[in-house]
């Protein structure tokens, strides 16, 4: 009689996904070495200006293991624009992206969660899952370790995704004492994919689903 096939990573592990938005900025490399340091995967929306004028960081976040979505060229809000213009956000990001790490990211966050039918309907075109969050810490807002930290620590569950942003000097300067409590919680901190247990969400789609 076979074996059964081993469960996917999270059904055996309590995991978390960490997500780090509107980067790559100057703060991103001591986060990464923080989460390296921890042995720690996380995923990263990131604006298309910014990939273009950091395409070695952009690199280095792939390199080290994490994951990378896209998170638009500008951040406006995408339900605001015209389907030409919300197009040319997710298109040109999408591009920027596969010239420097060498492929299209597979997912997106909408910027500030704000989406609806219409650009459900884009992504779906796009072939991109929207990925929004279980918890919000609204770090860049409170600029306090402290807080921030606090924060983080009360909106962690099993497969939970917390939002937060590398562009905020205080939420990087957070991670350790973060990484190191949710450690002894027994969290292992993954990317948004490991935390799907080898479910395929299809364009468009809202994970985690929004409550009704």
Known sequence: MADDP????CARYKCIALTFDDGPWPYTP??????KKHKAKATFFLL???????????????????EVGNHTWSHPD????????????????SDAIERVI?????????????????VTRLMAELALPQI?????????QARDVAVITKR????????GVILLHDIVPETVKAMPAVLKTLEKQGYHFVTVTTLLQGRELEGGEIYPARSK
């Open 6 to 9: 081993p469960k996917p990573y």
């Open 30 to 35: 001591e986060l990464l070495d923080t989460l």
């Open 48 to 66: 298309g200006r910014k990939v273009v004028s950091r395409a070695e960081l952009t690199q280095r976040i792939v390199q080290e293991g994490h």
């Open 78 to 93: 995408l339900t605001k624009l015209s389907d030409d213009e919300i197009m040319e956000e997710m298109t040109s990001t």
């Open 102 to 118: 060498g492929e299209k990211p597979a997912m997106m966050r909408p910027p500030n969660g704000a989406t609806d039918a219409r």
């Open 132 to 140: 929004l969050w279980t918890g919000s810490t609204l770090d860049w």
């Open 152 to 159: 983080t620590l009360k909106l962690a569950k099993r497969n």
